[in-house]
């Protein structure tokens, strides 16, 4: 089983404070996908990432992805509370179908 | 609106009776899947379906049944639950492009 390995696990910052997430694994991507999850409901597609050293930024997001393909970053800055939530890359193997996701970040942000 | 729709929303149920989640998507995907979701562990991959009539395992299928009998529908089938079958569970769909999966909501599901 390929395995994702997500860090940190949680995370509780004050508003206004950056933070990264890092998603790594000894395999190489296809692609990679970031996701967010709010509770009750299933998660959402923020970003996919396709080639070794890419970055793409939304808003307050970057996202990163290794050259290697092997491993990616996400990367907030100026936190908001609205940033709460459940983070959670999952990525694509080469000759699969399937979408391996990681066990996820916990970010909580305090006003 | 694009969506997938999984029902029911919560169960909760005694050990052994089977019962069957719905999933249902409106974006005519080949590709569907059944994630369950636990504590430290992210989402597991159930099964998957590349198309009708098809259908693989994914990385904990044991316990569960699925078929794709209709491009749109995928339900999940749990012949004879037990308590560790007691999770979140989501529905996806993505399209051809392997791109973006769009989840159901989840069915929080308790084996009692």
């Known amino acids: 089983t390929q395995l994702l390995e997500q860090s940190p696990q949680f995370l509780s910052i004050q508003e206004g404070e950056n933070l990264t997430v890092y998603c790594n694994s000894s395999?190489?991507?296809?692609?990679l996908q970031w996701y967010r999850q709010e509770p009750g409901e299933g998660p959402v597609l923020l970003v996919t990432?396709?080639?070794?050293?890419e970055v793409k930024k939304l808003k307050r997001l970057t996202f990163q992805f290794g050259d290697a393909r092997k491993d990616s970053s996400l990367h907030i800055t100026a936190a908001q509370p609205g940033d709460t939530g459940l983070y959670l890359c999952?990525?694509?193997?080469?000759?699969?179908?399937?979408?391996?996701f990681g066990t996820g970040t916990r970010l909580q942000v305090f006003p | 609106e694009a969506q997938v729709t999984q029902n029911p929303r919560y169960l909760i149920t005694v050990t052994g009776k089977k019962l069957t989640v719905t999933c249902s998507q409106n974006?005519?995907?080949?590709?569907m899947s059944w994630y369950r979701q636990d504590p430290g562990l992210g989402l597991r991959q159930i099964y998957y379906?590349?198309?009708?009539?098809?259908?693989d395992k994914g990385d904990v299928p044991e316990g569960y049944k699925v078929s794709r009998k209709e491009k749109r529908n995928f339900p999940l089938i749990l012949e004879s639950p037990s308590p560790n079958q007691t999770s979140l569970y989501f529905c996806?769909?993505?399209?051809?492009?392997?791109?973006?999966?769009?989840f159901g909501q989840g069915t929080r599901l308790t084996v009692v």
């Open positions: 379906s590349m198309n009708v009539e098809v259908t």
């Open positions: 996806a769909s993505r399209g051809l492009e392997r791109t973006e999966a769009f």
């Open positions: 990432v396709v080639t070794g050293g």
């Open positions: 395999s190489v991507f296809s692609s």
């Open positions: 999952a990525g694509s193997y080469y000759n699969t179908d399937k979408l391996i």
């Open positions: 974006m005519n995907h080949e590709y």
